[in-house]
């Protein structure tokens, strides 16, 4: 089985949840393990692919059940660094829209100090990088040159950037960085709003500028609106399924596992490959993607499914 290796932080969401809160004082906050590389990986173990996670986890309580969760979920941890530096932590505020909006702690933490694990083994098809990741030194460099080294070798490369403006200090010189990576990557996957904040500035760039460039799809989530592919041949668009949300958080990791799923599934694991995906195989794709994280929507915090709650078509 050809194997998916994810590569980003392990984070502790501290969420707050004040939606018909009635009680004194401020709601509390709950802890819940996540992170935009750390839910895919765990979405794409629950699914069944070969997935190995690579991070630096920290050795402090929230570091240990981080791994137990890869675990479970069945990712491989040989690329898990360990460190004795702290988890990092996010608060995860929800509002109204059922959306979350994030601060981030990650000043010294673990997964930030990441250092290039090296050659990896042939059975590695294709990487995943996003978030936090692709933007804290100086962790953020070695990701970088990871991704160029790994496209040149041939694997597939898929980033979504999963844009955390408060994390951001430099924005245009992030745009800039970000149109630096487009040649290396076959499969950038934003939502409607990392898009519209992608465009913005003298560095800005557009879906467009980014097929131009060299990337193979850009797949776009669109909330309860569903989810759209653009390639060199045309627009895909799916509807999303009919949920009551609970919360979105972990919906677009969600997407991002589930399609690298079904692309190792379907024989599509590979630069070429994506390429030459016509209509009708991406209208599966998606669809296989949304329900997947429809899923994940109708239930409380990065919560994916496990493989017997999807089929595989």
Known sequence: MKEIVVCGESLVDLVLDARGFDGPGQPPLQPALGGGPFNAAIALGRLGSAVSFCSRVSTDHFGDELVASLRAAGVDLSLVQRDDAPTSLALAAIGEDNAASYTFYVEGTADRLVTDPGALPRSVAALCF?????????????????????????????????????????????????????????????????????????????????????VGAV???????????????????????????????????????????????????????????????????????????????????????????????
Do not use: C
Not at 190 to 206: F, K, T, Y
Not at 275 to 283: I, V
């Open 130 to 214: 996003g978030t936090l990741s692709l933007v804290l030194e100086p962790g953020a460099s070695v990701y970088e040159q990871m991704m160029h080294t790994h496209h040149a070798q041939g694997r597939l490369i898929m980033v979504d950037p999963n844009i955390r403006t408060v994390a951001i200090d430099a924005p245009d010189a992030y745009r800039a960085r970000f149109r630096s990576w487009l040649p290396s990557i076959d499969i950038v996957k934003v939502s409607d709003d990392d898009a519209e904040w992608l465009g913005q500035g003298p560095n800005g760039s557009h879906p467009g500028d980014w097929l131009a460039a060299g």
């Open 219 to 313: 797949v776009v989530t669109r909330g309860g609106k569903g989810i759209s592919v653009t390639t060199a041949t045309g627009t895909v668009d799916v509807a999303a399924p009919t949920v009551t949300p609970v919360d979105t958080i972990g919906a677009g990791d969600t997407v991002v596992g589930a399609l690298l799923h079904w692309l190792g599934g379907h024989g599509a694991l590979g630069q070429d490959e994506v390429r030459s995906m016509d209509d009708g195989a991406w209208r599966d794709a998606l669809t296989y993607a949304a329900r997947a994280a429809a899923i994940t929507v109708s239930r409380a915090g990065a919560d994916p499914p496990w493989a017997g709650e999807l089929t595989s078509d």
